[in-house]
């Protein structure tokens, strides 16, 4: 079993920053892709940002490019969201997810997390 935990969520203004941590533990080396998600009430799940093992691959979607970073240190467990330069359209619950690939799709994750709140205001 893997577990996942975030942290790092909270209330800031547009143009703020904020980082994101989520912290695994169990059989991490089950999986190698890792992943962030969010949803905004009434919206569905959305792909933020992937990574693989290594952390010499990543993605990211459109509207968060050149302004969110996602990294890992493997020796900590430990998987990172830089958010910089804020909009209230981020605001969301974010989750971090793990699975055996890296994928830009939800089905591709096994482990989740349990969210942690993102509120940007205008």
């Known amino acids: 079993q893997v577990q996942l935990v975030e942290s790092g969520g909270g209330l800031v203004q547009a143009g703020d920053s904020l980082r994101l941590s989520c912290a695994a533990s169990?059989?991490?080396?089950?999986?190698?892709?890792m992943a962030w998600f969010r949803q905004a009430p009434g919206k569905e799940r959305e792909f933020v940002a992937s990574?693989?093992?290594?952390?010499?691959?990543?993605s990211y979607t459109d509207s968060v490019k050149g302004r969110f970073t996602i990294s890992r240190d493997n020796a900590k467990n430990t998987l990172y969201l830089q958010m910089n330069t804020l909009k209230p359209e981020d605001t969301a619950v974010y989750s971090c997810?793990?699975?055996?690939?890296?994928?830009?799709?939800?089905?591709?994750?096994?482990?989740w997390g349990q969210g942690t709140q993102v509120t940007v205001s205008s």
């Open positions: 997810a793990a699975g055996r690939l890296r994928s830009s799709s939800y089905e591709s994750y096994v482990y």
């Open positions: 169990g059989r991490t080396f089950t999986f190698s892709g």
């Open positions: 990574i693989s093992w290594s952390g010499g691959v990543t």
